[in-house]
């Protein structure tokens, strides 16, 4: 069965930086697009990156571009996101998806940006 764990989220000052790490497992991982989203209280949850099965192709959302960068490792089945210049507003529980005939997802690792 699909499974998806994310780690790496923490309380880190505006300016900071985090790495965010998604375990993939019971798929073959090098196959797929991975995706990243975010889910803020009182907010729908928003897809902020995306890769390709090489990790070649990748995409972003205007609100990360540029601060945010998604990379992936095949052989560990690992799916990052490189989080530089955090800003309060990036303050959300962050998720890994994959759309393999449904959606999955993840538990979700929680990012707290304040000072």
């Known amino acids: 069965q699909v499974q998806l764990a994310e780690s790496g989220g923490a309380l880190v000052q505006p300016g900071g930086s985090l790495r965010l790490s998604c375990a993939a497992s019971?798929?073959?991982?090098?196959?797929?697009?991975m995706r990243w989203y975010r889910q803020s209280p009182g907010k729908e949850r928003e897809h902020i990156a995306s890769?390709?099965?090489?990790?070649?192709?990748?995409a972003y959302s205007a609100s990360v571009k540029g601060r945010f960068t998604i990379s992936r490792d095949n052989a560990k089945s690992t799916v990052f996101l490189q989080m530089n210049s955090l800003k309060v507003e990036d303050t959300a529980v962050y998720y890994c998806n994959v759309l393999r005939g449904q959606d999955y997802w993840g538990q979700g690792t929680r990012v707290t940006v304040s000072s």
């Open positions: 890769i390709g099965p090489s990790g070649v192709q990748t």
């Open positions: 019971g798929f073959v991982f090098s196959n797929y697009f």
